[in-house]
C-alpha cells in the first residue's frame, strides 16, 4: 500500500452568512453553507487522487482547505504526519514551500506587471535564504521541464497564449521543489488540444520531480487520464473512492452512476447510456436530511431519509450508501 503524504479526516468548512435584508436569520441563529462537511480521504506519495463532482459541489472549496488557504471549521490534514491544522505564521509559511497550487485560469494567476522571470522566481526569493542554488539556475531548470523557451524570460504575461502561461504557473508550482500540488480545473479554461499538451506535462513533471496530485476537475475523461484513484464529490460529502479503473468501469454509487453516464461517447455508433436525473443540487444552505443524494435517488430506502451514510467498504472500495451496490 502506497504511504500516505496527506490525510484529511473529517474535515469541515463552513461559511457564515450574515444577517441582513436577503439573509434573514433561521431560528435565532445565523445560517451557514455547508461548503465541505465531514471529508476524509489520503493521497499517497506519487500519487495523483481525481476529485470530481458537479460545479458547487465543494471541490474547489476542499482544496483550498487542504492547502490552509482557509481556515477548517473543524477537522485534521496530516501532512506528513503533521496536523498543520494549528500551524500559523512563520511554522504555516515554511510549509508553503512543500504544498503548492495551480489555478484554473492562468489570466488571473499571474500578475500582469511581472516578467515571467520575476512571476517564476518570486517563490525563490521568499525563501532565498533556505536555498542551496543560485536562484537564476533554478529559474532555467525549471523553464526547462515545462517547456518554455529561456528567452522568453523577459516577456510579460499578455505576451504569451494560454497554454503557455499555464506552463508558467506550473513552473512557479514546482520551483520549490513542493511535495503536493493541489490542480484546481489546470486545463478546463484552455483549447481542447492545449489540454491534451498540459495533460502530458503533468504527467511528466510529476514522475521527473516524485509529485503527488490532488487533481480537482468535473471532467471525467482528465481523471481517467491523470488520476490513479477517484473521489466522487456531492453537496460536500464524499460518496465513493476506489481506483481510477473499478469507479468508472464499476461504479457503485447513484450520483457516480450519473455522473459517467453524463460523459460524451466519441463513437458515433455506440448507443446512449445517460442516466436520468431528478431534482436539483441541495442548496448548502440546508441539505436534505440522512443522504444528501436521496431525494434525486430512484433506489433511496427509508434510512437514507433519516440517517446519513458513512464510507464503507462496497464492492472493494468506499462507498457513502446504505445500500449493498
Request: proline residues 7%; glycine residues 8%.
Amino acid at each position: 500500500m502506497t504511504e500516505s503524504l496527506l490525510e484529511v479526516k473529517n474535515l469541515k468548512k463552513y461559511f457564515p452568512v450574515r444577517s441582513g435584508i436577503s439573509n434573514p436569520l433561521r431560528a435565532g441563529r445565523a445560517l451557514q453553507i455547508r461548503a465541505v462537511d465531514g471529508v476524509s480521504f489520503t493521497v499517497g506519495k506519487n500519487e495523483s487522487l481525481g476529485l470530481v463532482g458537479e460545479s458547487g459541489s465543494g471541490k474547489t472549496t476542499l482544496g483550498r482547505t487542504v492547502l490552509m488557504l482557509e481556515e477548517p471549521t473543524s477537522g485534521q490534514i496530516l501532512f506528513n504526519g503533521l496536523d498543520i491544522t494549528s500551524l500559523r505564521g512563520e511554522d504555516l509559511r515554511q510549509l508553503r514551500k512543500k504544498m503548492q497550487v495551480v489555478f484554473q485560469n492562468p489570466n488571473s494567476s499571474l500578475d500582469p506587471r511581472q516578467r515571467m522571470k520575476d512571476i517564476i522566481s518570486e517563490p525563490l526569493r521568499a525563501f532565498k535564504g533556505s536555498l542551496t542554488n543560485p536562484i537564476e539556475e533554478t529559474v532555467s531548470q525549471v523553464v526547462a521541464a515545462v517547456g518554455l523557451p529561456e528567452d522568453s524570460l523577459m516577456r510579460f504575461p499578455h505576451e504569451f497564449s494560454g497554454g503557455q502561461r499555464q506552463r508558467i504557473a506550473i513552473a512557479r508550482a514546482i520551483v520549490l521543489n513542493p511535495e503536493l500540488i493541489v490542480l484546481d480545473e489546470p486545463t478546463s479554461a484552455l483549447d481542447a488540444s492545449v489540454q491534451a499538451q498540459i495533460l502530458n506535462l503533468l504527467r511528466r513533471i510529476q514522475e521527473q520531480f516524485g509529485l503527488s496530485y490532488l487533481f480537482i476537475t468535473h471532467n471525467v475523461n482528465v481523471v481517467k487520464y491523470m488520476a490513479d484513484r477517484i473521489a466522487v464529490m456531492y453537496a460536500g460529502r464524499l460518496v465513493e473512492i476506489g481506483s481510477t479503473r473499478e469507479v468508472l468501469e464499476q461504479p457503485v454509487h447513484r450520483y457516480t452512476i450519473v455522473l459517467i453516464s453524463s460523459v460524451p461517447d466519441p463513437d458515433p455508433d455506440r448507443p446512449l447510456r445517460i442516466v436520468p436525473l431528478k431534482g436539483e443540487v441541495p442548496s448548502p444552505l440546508a441539505p436534505p436530511s440522512g443522504c444528501r443524494f436521496h431525494p434525486r435517488c430512484e433506489n433511496a430506502l427509508d434510512i437514507c431519509r433519516t440517517t446519513e451514510p458513512q464510507l464503507r467498504q462496497i464492492k472493494g472500495r468506499l462507498v457513502a450508501c446504505h445500500r449493498d451496490g
